[in-house]
């Protein structure tokens, strides 16, 4: 079935960065777009971004804007989600979603990767 | 961005009991509303999407209703499987995401 397997948990310093990476499998991965959200312990998720992996075309959260770079490799149908100058308050599950898009131009994220853990101390 | 409001945000409830939570979004989202289970350690899970369309391998004792700003998610009679937290998510404009409902075991 579809699946989106994530790279495992990272432990990093405040002001360095992370790159989690998404790799799909059993679907047209340029067909459709990926999401990245994020989930800090006790909290609500959180939509940080997403990209066309067929063109490419990248939107984020105005909240990540400057930090956050979502890229993808279509050879390896992987997609990336890299974060820069962590802080503490950056500690969170990160998940990666394919986004499902309806003909009325609604849209739902199915399935979501394992998640992320990505812990920002020093 | 649009605010997202689920009640209750935490829930006892017993095995068989029929059960609804409620999301409000802070303005129109049209049928833009979709519901997610998240299990403790686990990702997301896709319930319903458009406000009331089951997706494919869940069980129909779950359902979706609303338009506009006032939603529901019901499940009819709750199984030892359905204790998780269930999300709202609107995709109107940028998505954003209830605060979520623990369903607990009475």
């Known amino acids: 079935q579809v699946q989106l397997v994530q790279s495992g948990a990272e432990v990093k310093k405040p002001g360095a960065s992370v790159k989690v990476s998404c790799k799909a499998s059993?679907?047209?991965?340029?067909?459709?777009?990926m999401h990245w959200v994020r989930q800090a312990p006790g909290q609500r998720l959180e939509w940080m971004g997403w990209?066309?992996?067929?063109?490419?075309?990248?939107k984020y959260s105005q909240k990540f804007q400057g930090r956050v770079t979502i890229t993808r490799d279509t050879s390896a149908s992987t997609a990336y989600m890299e974060l820069s100058s962590l802080r503490s308050e950056d500690t969170a599950v990160y998940y990666c979603?394919?986004?499902?898009?309806?003909?009325?131009?609604?849209?739902?994220?199915?399935?979501w990767g394992q998640g992320a853990l990505v812990t920002v101390s020093s | 961005d649009i605010q997202m409001t689920q009640s209750p945000s935490s829930l006892s409830a017993s095995v068989g009991d029929r059960v609804t939570i409620t999301c409000r979004a802070s303005?129109?989202?049209?049928?833009?509303l979709n519901w997610y289970q998240q299990k403790p350690g686990k990702a997301p899970n896709l319930l319903i999407y458009?406000?009331?369309s089951l997706q494919s391998g869940v069980p129909s004792r779950f359902s979706g209703s609303g338009s506009g700003t006032d939603f529901t998610l019901t499940i009819s009679s709750l199984q030892p499987e359905d204790f998780a937290t269930y999300y709202c998510?609107?995709?109107?404009?940028?998505?954003?995401f209830g605060q979520g409902t623990k369903l607990e075991i009475k």
């Open positions: 458009a406000a009331s």
């Open positions: 990209i066309n992996a067929g063109n490419g075309y990248t």
């Open positions: 303005q129109s989202i049209s049928n833009y």
């Open positions: 059993t679907y047209t991965f340029t067909t459709y777009t």
């Open positions: 998510q609107q995709t109107y404009s940028t998505p954003t």
């Open positions: 979603a394919r986004g499902v898009i309806a003909a009325g131009g609604n849209f739902w994220f199915d399935p």
